[in-house]
């Protein structure tokens, strides 16, 4: 079962940050490691602000005996711009 996540694990420590994370599946033929980098890489094509990411659980493919895809959920956090802040001010 995943552990609850606080903002400050995603480098949301500014006061009144607004902090949105979403859950994406990372994949690649070589390691854990660049599936990891690989959903980092393909949010940041579209997502700005990015903070921190929370590997929630990986998990591989194995063809005759070898592994040959890794997988991994990620949650993604990324600080939203504009619009008002836990305070309420613009």
Do not use: C, H, W
Request: glycine share 8%; proline share 4%; no cysteine.
């Amino acid at each position: 079962m995943p552990v609850p996540i606080q903002p400050t694990q995603f480098g949301a420590e500014q006061q009144g940050a607004i902090v949105k994370v979403l859950e994406l599946v990372g994949s690649s033929p070589s390691s854990f490691s660049d599936a990891v980098r690989n959903a980092v890489t393909r949010a940041s094509q579209t997502i700005r602000n990015i903070t921190g990411v929370d590997v929630v659980s990986s998990n591989a493919t194995v063809e005759n005996g070898q592994i040959t895809n890794y997988k991994v959920n990620v949650k993604i956090a990324f600080v939203l711009e504009g619009g008002a802040d836990a305070a309420g001010n613009v």
